[in-house]
């Protein structure tokens, strides 16, 4: 089990920027893919973003696209979400999750499904 702990989070105006961190305990995320995802109130959970750690490749949910990047820190062992141009309906609760078995497959990343460890999340806050 990998153990996953948020942060980054916080209270920001309309045009600014945030990175979340995603910081990982208990195994290595060599092999794991990992994923970002955010659920506003009285709403579901929503993709933001996946990368697979050890291809790099990525992949973006339709609502965040074009503002998101999503890399990774083999070092420590971390995976960031940098967050451009923020908007009002950007504020949720941002969760990281990691994916051991995905069969590489990238759509599948996009589903809660795909993923078995998930951190507690971190408040993003936009104000307008």
């Known amino acids: 089990q990998v153990q996953l702990v948020e942060s980054g989070g916080g209270l920001v105006q309309a045009g600014d920027s945030l990175r979340l961190s995603c910081a990982a305990s208990?195994?290595?995320?060599?092999?794991?893919?990992m994923g970002w995802f955010r659920q506003a109130p009285g709403k579901e959970r929503e993709f933001v973003a996946a990368r697979i750690w050890s291809t790099g490749s990525t992949v973006y949910g339709d609502s965040m696209k074009g503002r998101v990047t999503i890399s990774g820190d083999g070092a420590r062992n971390t995976a960031y979400l940098q967050m451009n141009s923020l908007k009002p309906e950007d504020t949720a609760l941002y969760y990281c999750a990691a994916a051991r078995e995905y069969g590489g497959d990238l759509y599948y990343l996009t589903k809660r499904i795909a993923y078995d460890n998930w951190g507690q999340g971190t408040q993003v806050t936009v104000s307008s």
């Open positions: 208990g195994r290595t995320l060599r092999g794991y893919a």
